[in-house]
C-alpha cells in the first residue's frame, strides 16, 4: 500500500470514528417529548446515514482507482520492462547515494 493509500485509508477511518461518535452522541441526547428537539434528532440522524452512505461510495472509489492505477502500471512494467528495471536502479543508487551522504553528516548538519 502506497503513502497515498494509507492517508486516504487513515482519513476513511477518522471519518467513520466522527460519524460514530456523532450516533454516539445522538443517542444520548434524550429528547424528552419536545417536538423541536425530536425533529432535531431526526434530521441529524438521517444526516448521519447519508454521511455513511456517501463514506462507503467514496472509499469503494477509491479501492477501485487503486485497483485501475496498479494494473495500468502492471502493464506498463510488461511492455517496458528494462526502463522498470533501469529507473529501480536509478532510484536504488539515488537513494544509497542519499542514506551514504546522512551518513557522513555530524549530528549538527556539518560534515564529518
Request: charged content about 25%; overall charge negative.
Amino acid at each position: 500500500m502506497n503513502q497515498s493509500s494509507e492517508n486516504a485509508a487513515a482519513l476513511g477511518e477518522e471519518l467513520r470514528n466522527i460519524i460514530d461518535h456523532a450516533a454516539a452522541l445522538l443517542g444520548a441526547i434524550s429528547d424528552d417529548g419536545d417536538p423541536k428537539l425530536s425533529s432535531l434528532r431526526e434530521r441529524v440522524s438521517a444526516s448521519i446515514d447519508t454521511a455513511r452512505v456517501h463514506l462507503d461510495e467514496m472509499q469503494l472509489d477509491a479501492e477501485r482507482a487503486s485497483e485501475r492505477a496498479a494494473e495500468a502500471l502492471a502493464r506498463w512494467i510488461e511492455e517496458n520492462p528494462w526502463r522498470a528495471v533501469a529507473i529501480g536502479a536509478g532510484a536504488g543508487i539515488a537513494i544509497g547515494l542519499l542514506l551514504a551522504a546522512r551518513r557522513n553528516r555530524a549530528p549538527d548538519g556539518a560534515p564529518q
